[in-house]
């Protein structure tokens, strides 16, 4: 079965992947903030038997596991992969996961709230990511009987969350916007729709090759369809702004931009060491050339695949063991010239 | 130069550890480096600071001192009897303990949860069965009037709209003989 990141997907020249989360808890266990080591254990295996009933409804198959037994880089890697959070992989305490076999759908357990369930599809697609989250929610319900209040909704442990306990997000690959200076002016702008810019891997990261994510702020007095609706408009309003960019820049200094994505191409074709935030930033232009059809390839090629592929944990995960900084810029190198389409 | 860890590799960094004064070097290979010390020259992703938190607990924290009444009056706190939080822990953390917080916490909840959302009352989602279960178990002992609109809102709910409007007359017809009562 085909990745996410490994199909076609709607109007991925500018949105890469539209992502929903939603934060669940169980009445019968404290929060995060109170659950001792005892209790994160119970709850994750609790928890962790809903793969089996989520594998017996869908159409793929799911897998749990506990995130605290894996190795350092596995972890790693699963957080540059999106399929967990930063938070999870750091917690000490027993915490785990349930992943499709697509990487869809995962289910974080024991992270800030007792079970977030995220779904993430590629392109601009909330209303799938949404379906899937959703259709989740109601399977593991069934199971878990979540904390629920008439008035307050999901009850979450922070009162952000509280509500519908969703987040729902896209992200966006915004090169034109990012060279004109414009992104400060955009988290302005958007801001005052309740809505937040952030760097790749969330809160509190920075932007890499020129990808951010938008989010919704707001989970209460709103419900999940007006999030979405919400949200898309605005994306789209970011998704036309960055397009009417790209083509005043490409119509102002064409030949400046060809060079620059050539010249990328030909140092990561060529290149025997690359760190990784070298890759990501030549990846991108790749990418820009790519989608404004500047640079054509044999084959059908998602430069998202090969960002994540050239983190730090996602390579030393593919080299299967874990090796030192130098050695790391060497074998992504190879990594790249390996993957890299030739030009036609 | 051979690394001090593993003795195979060759060692390419010098590491200097001091500990309460006592300093310590050691000459390692980027493996050992990797495994034995915080040495990871990239890993920009996994530093999740809680910036968000902090804010939220600012914000919290200032509600709570715009409510605070004439000194010398002392305000009860408030504690969670389910995980024993209390209000200030709350404030402090931006977190709550466990679902039962909700309703400990509930008369200052509002005010905190429009001050951070805008809003109050949640109108998304309700989980499937929710309905049923909750009116089952308040059914015994409220008001028959309450009962009348909790079976209306289910009804809504439902899309059963005949039944919906047969519970409104029914409301409205109680209402009008409480009235003439009083």
Redesign the interface.
């Given at each position: 079965m085909l990745k996410w990141y490994e199909q076609i997907a709607p109007d991925n020249d500018v949105v890469i992947s539209s992502r929903v989360r939603l934060a669940r808890?169980l009445?019968t266990?404290?929060?995060?903030?109170?659950i001792d080591e005892e209790q994160a254990s119970a709850l994750v295996s609790e928890v962790k038997q809903i793969a089996v009933a989520l594998s017996e409804k869908e159409n793929r198959r799911y897998y749990a596991c506990n995130i605290s037994t894996l190795s350092e880089i596995d972890k790693?890697a699963m957080?540059?992969r999106h399929i967990v959070?930063?938070?999870l992989?750091?917690k000490e305490q027993t915490t785990g996961l349930i992943l499709a076999d697509d990487e869809t759908v995962s289910i974080m357990i024991n992270e800030?709230d007792h079970v977030r369930i995220q779904a993430i599809v590629g392109g601009m697609n909330l209303e799938q990511a949404y379906e899937e989250a959703?259709r989740i929610?109601?399977i593991a319900?069934?199971k878990l009987?979540?904390?629920?209040?008439?008035?307050?909704?999901?009850?979450?442990?922070?009162?952000?969350n509280?509500?519908?306990g969703?987040r729902a997000s896209c992200m966006m690959f915004l090169p034109a916007l990012t060279s004109a200076r414009m992104i400060q002016k955009l988290i302005e702008e958007v801001g005052k729709y309740?809505v937040t810019v952030r760097g790749?891997?969330?809160?509190?990261?920075?932007s890499?090759g020129s990808i951010y994510q938008i989010s919704n702020q707001?989970?209460?007095?709103?419900?999940?369809s007006e999030i979405i609706e919400n949200l898309k408009r605005i994306v789209f309003q970011v998704v036309k702004q960055e397009r009417k960019r790209r083509e005043y820049m490409l119509s102002v200094n064409t030949d400046e931009i060809e060079d620059q994505v050539f010249r990328s191409y030909g140092v990561l074709r060529y290149a025997r060491q690359v760190?990784?935030?070298d890759a990501m930033n030549l990846l991108s232009q790749i990418k820009f050339g790519a989608d404004c059809g500047l640079i054509k390839f044999d084959r059908e090629f998602n430069v998202h695949k090969l960002m994540m592929g050239v983190?730090?944990g996602s390579l030393q995960w593919t080299l299967g063991?874990?090796?030192?900084?130098?050695?790391?810029d060497q074998a992504r190198a190879e990594y790249i010239r390996k993957e890299l389409p030739t030009i036609i | 130069m051979l690394c001090d860890r593993c003795l195979k590799r060759d060692a390419k960094i010098l590491y200097t550890e001091i500990i309460n004064g006592v300093k310590k070097e050691q000459h390692l290979c980027e493996e050992c480096a990797t495994d034995y010390t915080s040495f990871q020259m990239e890993k920009p992703i996994m530093n999740s600071d809680l910036t968000l938190g902090d804010l939220l607990s600012t914000l919290l924290d200032n509600y709570a001192a715009s409510e605070q009444k004439k000194p010398g009056e002392v305000t009860p706190s408030l504690t969670c009897n389910s995980c024993g939080t209390t209000y200030e822990e709350f404030v402090q953390k931006g977190r709550f303990g466990c679902a039962r917080c909700y309703r400990s916490f509930h008369e200052q909840l509002g005010k905190t949860l429009k001050s951070i959302q805008g809003a109050e009352n949640h109108t998304g989602k309700r989980p499937k069965g929710f309905m049923t279960i909750t009116s089952d178990r308040k059914l015994k002992d409220i008001p028959e009037a309450e009962k009348l609109s909790l079976r209306l809102l289910e009804a809504i709910e439902k899309e059963e709209f005949e039944e919906a409007a047969r519970l409104r007359d029914l409301i409205k017809q109680m209402k009008k003989e409480e009235e003439s009562n009083a």
């Open positions: 808890n009445e266990f404290p929060f995060s903030s109170k790693i957080v540059e959070s930063p938070l992989a750091e800030e959703d929610d109601d319900n069934e009987h979540f904390a629920y209040d008439e008035k307050y909704g999901y009850l979450t442990a922070c009162p952000t509280a509500g519908t969703m309740g790749i891997y969330g809160e509190g990261t920075k890499l707001k989970t209460m007095g709103i419900s999940e760190s990784s935030e983190q730090p063991k874990n090796v030192g900084s130098l050695t790391r | -």
